[in-house]
């Protein structure tokens, strides 16, 4: 693993303090974290036996749906929470299709965005900002977000695997209003979030290692990720185990419960 990653413009940075997107990375496999980090995420693995197969899942689920918004004409991506932007995340994907697709990654963590601009050197069309997505007024006229994103066309805001590291009183249901009441007509909003309705244990000692590790997490059941998404038009099969929605091997005998979260896409316009 990586012990000597960028200065991000000189911010200073608490190595000694795990990252939500450096554990993710290290569940995916990848080489983009800190003793701090792996600290926290060994323990995962061996307390949550479903933790790694979860970040797998919910990987797929963003190819899925970056896929399915590639066929239906959009051009336009809007990585809300993207973390170390490593094998198998949006612009890979949409490079393969249409290079000349857009994709911003913001994130709050200094280090994973450095990381992503050193990783989007060679790819044109993607840039990597520092934000807090609470913020939203700060993110949508973020000069870059700005320059990059044509407002006057549809586009896709993506929130995967990061409202849950909102708390209640942040009011995750308000802040997704706030974007998506500033999205063009035909855009579309993808989530994925973590549950604890199919393995409450599971999910508690994952939460209790976060949380320890000085970050926080909330678990919403499913009417509460459904309810992020009133005011618009779910796509079938509307709001499902991130595994189950539109699998691509109908033949998959996995328990769909193990991805431990819910995933669904919404558009703003009427998909009949």
């Known amino acids: ?35 701090a980090d792996r600290a926290l995420a060994a323990p995962l693995k061996d307390q949550v036996p479903h933790a790694t197969r979860a970040a797998q899942q919910n990987r797929a689920f963003l190819r899925r749906v970056v896929l399915h918004l590639l066929d239906h004409g959009i051009r336009q991506f809007l990585d ?27 994130d709050t963590d200094p280090v994973a965005v450095a990381h992503s601009q050193i990783m989007l050197q060679q790819s044109p069309n993607a840039a990597a900002v520092q934000a807090d997505l609470r913020n939203v007024d700060t993110v949508m006229t973020h000069s870059t977000v700005r320059a990059r994103i044509d407002f006057a066309q549809p586009m896709a805001v993506l929130m995967c695997a990061v409202l849950h590291f909102l708390d209640d009183d942040d009011d995750p249901a308000r802040i997704v209003r706030r974007y998506v009441d500033r999205l063009p007509a035909g855009s579309y909003l993808a989530i ?23 970050i926080a997490v909330t678990a919403r059941t499913k009417t509460e990720v459904t309810a992020l998404f009133t005011g618009m038009n779910l796509i079938e099969p509307g709001v499902v185990h991130a595994s189950q929605w539109r699998p691509e091997y109908h033949d998959d005998l996995e328990d769909p419960t ?11 316009t009427d998909p009949s």
């Not at 612009?91 to 249409?98: C, E, G, L, S, T």
């Not at 994925?192 to 320890?212: C, F, G, K």
């Not at 193990?258 to 703003?268: E, M």
Request: hydrophobic letters at 35%; aromatic letters at 6%.
């Open 258 to 268: 193990h991805c431990l979260s819910y995933a669904g896409l919404a558009t703003t």
């Open 1 to 35: 693993m990586n012990e000597h990653l960028p200065d991000p413009d000189g911010i200073a940075v608490n190595l000694d303090k795990p990252s939500a997107a450096r554990v993710y990375d290290y569940l995916l496999g990848g080489g983009h974290s800190f003793g």
């Open 192 to 214: 994925t979030h973590l549950t604890a309705d199919d393995h409450p244990h599971d999910v508690a000692a994952a939460i209790d290692l976060y949380r320890n590790g000085g």
């Open 80 to 106: 809300l929470g993207s973390g170390i932007p490593t094998v198998g995340n949006i612009h890979d994907i949409v490079a393969q299709r249409d290079p000349r697709c857009i994709v911003v990654h913001v």
